[in-house]
């Protein structure tokens, strides 16, 4: 079964920068699309970030262009998030899942989702 599990999470001060991570366990990540979500306190959760397969294409929320950065090493079977400038309003949950491909950032085709791993952005 897949397995995926997060981490890296923390609190850093607004203008920060994180880089969490989401490791596979029991299986090769090679075949799936990998996304990243948030879920913010009273909040529906939230497509963030994909990346294909082959790392060839990504796509990002309006609201993290030009600040996150996803990619992957299918040889440690890791997906990575780096996360700049970060803003209060990033604080959330952040969890990854595995889909056939990124063609939408919704929830519904992701499954195995990680436990998550809290973000926090404070001064």
């Known amino acids: 079964q897949l397995q995926l599990v997060e981490s890296g999470g923390g609190l850093v001060q607004p203008g920060g920068s994180l880089r969490l991570s989401c490791a596979a366990s029991?299986?090769?990540?090679?075949?799936?699309?990998i996304g990243w979500f948030r879920q913010a306190p009273g909040k529906a959760r939230e497509g963030v970030s994909c990346?294909?397969?082959?790392?060839?294409?990504?796509n990002y929320a309006d609201s993290v262009k030009g600040r996150f950065t996803i990619s992957r090493d299918n040889a440690k079977n890791t997906v990575y998030l780096q996360m700049n400038s970060l803003k209060p309003e990033d604080t959330a949950v952040y969890y990854c899942?595995?889909?056939?491909?990124?063609?939408?950032?919704?929830?519904?085709?992701?499954?195995?989702w990680g436990q998550g791993t809290q973000v926090t952005i404070s001064s």
């Open positions: 029991g299986f090769t990540l090679d075949y799936y699309a």
């Open positions: 899942a595995a889909a056939p491909g990124c063609a939408t950032l919704t929830v519904q085709p992701f499954r195995s």
């Open positions: 990346i294909t397969s082959s790392g060839g294409s990504t």
